[in-house]
C-alpha cells in the first residue's frame, strides 16, 4: 500500500461527503421559505439511509464478485470479508475499506440529486422508501454495469471516469420520471416561486464546486498525475460553465443573476465529471462551455413543455451528465490518460459510439424502473402531500418545524 494515496482517497472520500450538505444548502435556498428545511432534509438524510444500505447491500452489489455483468452478488454483505488490505481488482495501492467508503459518499449524493425534481411536493416517508429503492435496483446494477469488475458495460468499453452515467445520468433520468408522475406543484404557473435565499444557494454552490475536486479528483484512486489531470479540468470545466450561462443569460435578459452563475457551475462540472481524467485543459475549457449553452437551453425549455422540474436537474445533471459522456468519446486521449482510451479527434471514432450505446442504455433502464418504481409507491402509500400542507409548507406539515420566526 502507498500511504500518500491512502491519505488522498481519504481526504477526498471527506470532501465528496460535504456535496451533500453543500448539496442541501443549495436547493433549500432555491425553495420558498416554508419549504426550506423539508429540502435541506432530504439530502440530509440520505447520509444516513443511504450508508446504511450500502454497508448491508450496495457495496456487495455494486462491487462485489461479478453475477452475469449483471450485479455483484452478497458475499460482501454487510462488509464481510471487505479489510484493510488494497482490492486486486479496484484499487491496488489503498486499503478496500478506503474505497468501499469513497464510494459510499457516490452513493450517497445521487438520490439526493433527485430531489430538486420534485421538491415542495413530496411525502417524506415516501421519499425515503423511494431512495431507498432505487438505490438497490437502479444505482446498485448500473454502478456495477459501469465500473463493477466484469460489469458487461465496462467489458464492452463505456468509459465513465467519475460518474457522469452512474450519477448524473441516472439521476437526471429519475428527476424526469418524477415530473412524469408526481405533476406540477399546486400553483405552477400562475404563482411565483422565487428562491427565498439565494445566499445560501450561493454557500451551497461553494461547497459542491470543493467537494467536486474530491469527487473527480479522487476517481483517479491515487495521488498521481491523472488525479492532477481531473483536478485541474474540474476546475477549468466548472469556471467555463459559469462563464457561458452568464453570457447566455446577458443575451437573452440584459442582465447575469447569481442563481444563473451558480446554476452554470453546476452544469460545468456535472459534464465534465465523466471525461475529466481523459481530457486536457483546453478540451475541459471546450467542454464546460459547452455545458454553459447546452444546459441553459434545456433548462428554459422546460417552461416550453409545461413540465416542473423545481430545481432543474433534468437540464442540468441529466443533460450535463449525458453530453459529457458522449464528449469523451469526442476529447478522450491516450496522451493524457495512457490507461484510458482515444477518442473522436485522436482518430478512434468508435468510442463515440460505444459512449452513445452506454448512454441510451442507461437512460433508457432508470427512466422505465423509476417510473415503475414511483407509479407504484403512487398507488399504494402515495406520493404527494395534500393540497393544504402544501400550501402550509413541508417544514410545519412534514417536520413540525419553521426554519425563520
Known sequence: MVKADTAFILAAAGLVLLMTPGLALFYGGMVRGKNVLGTIMQSFFMISLISMEWVYLGYSMSFGPDVGGLIGDLSWMGLRGVTSAPSPDYATTIPQTVFMIYQCMF???????ITGAFAERVKFSTFVVFSLLWAILVYNPVCHWVWG?????????????????????????????????????????????????????????????????????????????????????????????????????????GKPTTLGAASGAISGLATITPAAGFVG????????????????LAVNLKTRLGFDDSLDVV???????????????????????????????????????????????????????????????????????????????????????????
Open 281 to 296: 485543459p483546453n478540451a475541459a475549457i471546450f467542454i464546460g462551455l459547452l455545458a454553459g449553452v447546452v444546459c441553459f
Open 107 to 113: 452513493a450517497v449524493i445521487t438520490p439526493a440529486l
Open 315 to 405: 437540464g442540468i445533471h441529466g443533460v450535463g451528465g449525458l453530453v459529457g459522456t458522449l464528449c469523451l468519446g469526442v476529447f478522450a486521449s491516450t496522451k493524457v490518460n495512457p490507461g484510458g482510451v482515444d477518442g473522436l479527434l485522436a482518430g478512434n471514432a468508435a468510442q463515440l459510439g460505444i459512449q452513445a450505446f452506454g448512454v441510451v442504455v442507461v437512460l433508457a433502464y432508470t427512466l422505465v424502473v423509476s417510473w415503475l418504481l414511483l407509479k407504484g409507491l403512487d398507488m399504494t402509500i402515495g406520493l404527494r402531500i395534500s393540497g393544504e400542507a402544501e400550501v402550509e409548507g413541508l417544514d410545519s406539515a412534514e417536520h413540525s418545524e419553521t426554519a425563520y420566526n
Open 149 to 253: 469488475k466484469g460489469g458487461w458495460l465496462g467489458a464492452l468499453g463505456v468509459m465513465d471516469f467519475a460518474g457522469g452515467l452512474v450519477v448524473h445520468v441516472t439521476c437526471g433520468a429519475a428527476a424526469l420520471a418524477a415530473v412524469l408522475v408526481i405533476g406540477p406543484r399546486k400553483g405552477y404557473g400562475r404563482t411565483s416561486f422565487m428562491p427565498h435565499n439565494l445566499p445560501m444557494t450561493l454557500m451551497g454552490t461553494g461547497l459542491l464546486w470543493f467537494g467536486w475536486f474530491g469527487f473527480n479528483g479522487g476517481s483517479a484512486l491515487a495521488a498521481d498525475e491523472i488525479a492532477a489531470t481531473a483536478f485541474v479540468a474540474t476546475h477549468l470545466a466548472g469556471m467555463a460553465g459559469m462563464f457561458m450561462w452568464v453570457v447566455m443569460e446577458y443575451l437573452k435578459l
